[in-house]
């Protein structure tokens, strides 16, 4: 069994505000992407790298930790899906990873590898919810609130047998689906259990110019 890992890069960061694309933001001196890269070839269970970059970033120095980089599409699901086509023969596991979550330490790819390889056919790290979460219809009223305990935050890197995350991208383009919230959404559209390991602090996604901060502690940190 070979693990293989798309790292999606191509997005735009339009929350960050930057002028060039999220992934390509620097913190600690390095772009987010070259972290994430660092710790998917930490991974001692990821064997192939796929990078899906933005356009004109395809032979940028940080991504040289890829084993093959292939253009973006205009939506996260499009861009998973470009590096789904480019995967290895012999890649029967597919962890999927959102370079924005550049901090994600290697032994989460290892645990989330682990699971899948343990016979679980889509698998998700979560943590639990902090906030209060509420239903809100379009007056703007309250119409519920979920209890708290059984909702987690998910995170990245997801992972998945290759043949059922194949499959759960030909039925989103056959229903028409675009934009997909996450890869594991598509298995359970499919009707297929989706597996929860525990996820980490550091898988936290770099979304707004605040969570630059955080990353940029968390570095220091380690580095200490
Ligand atoms: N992504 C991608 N291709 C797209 C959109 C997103 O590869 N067309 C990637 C991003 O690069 C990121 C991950 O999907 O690593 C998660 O997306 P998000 O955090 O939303 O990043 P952006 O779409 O770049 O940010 P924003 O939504 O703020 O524009
Ligand atoms: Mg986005």
Not at 47 to 74: N, R
Not at 97 to 105: M, Q, S
Request: negative net charge.
């Amino acid at each position: 069994m070979s693990v293989a890992c798309i790292v999606v890069a191509a997005g735009r960061g339009e929350r960050l505000g930057q002028e060039r694309p999220k992934a390509f933001v620097e913190v600690g001196g390095r772009p987010l992407i070259w972290h994430a890269l660092q710790a998917a070839s930490r991974s001692a269970r990821v064997a192939h790298v796929v990078v899906v970059a933005p356009d004109g970033y395809e032979g940028d120095p940080a991504l040289s930790g890829a084993d093959t980089v292939v253009p973006g599409g205009a939506t996260r699901q499009h861009s998973v899906a470009n590096g789904l086509a480019v995967l290895p023969p012999d890649a029967d596991v597919v962890l999927i990873h959102d370079a924005a979550r550049c901090l994600a330490p290697p032994s989460l790819y290892d645990d989330v590898a682990a699971d899948v390889l343990a016979g679980h056919d889509a698998v998700v790290p979560g943590v639990a919810v902090v906030d209060t979460l509420k239903v809100v219809d379009g007056a703007g009223l309250v119409t519920a609130t979920p209890d708290r305990t059984e909702l987690r935050a998910v995170q990245t890197p997801q992972g998945f047998a290759r043949t059922v995350i194949e499959r759960a991208h030909a039925a989103a383009v056959e229903r028409g689906d675009t934009d997909a919230p996450d890869d594991a959404a598509l298995v359970e559209r499919l009707g297929l259990p989706v597996h929860v390991v525990a996820g980490h602090a550091d898988a936290f996604k770099v979304t707004r110019p605040q969570d630059l901060l955080l990353a940029s502690t968390v570095l220091a940190r380690r580095a200490a």
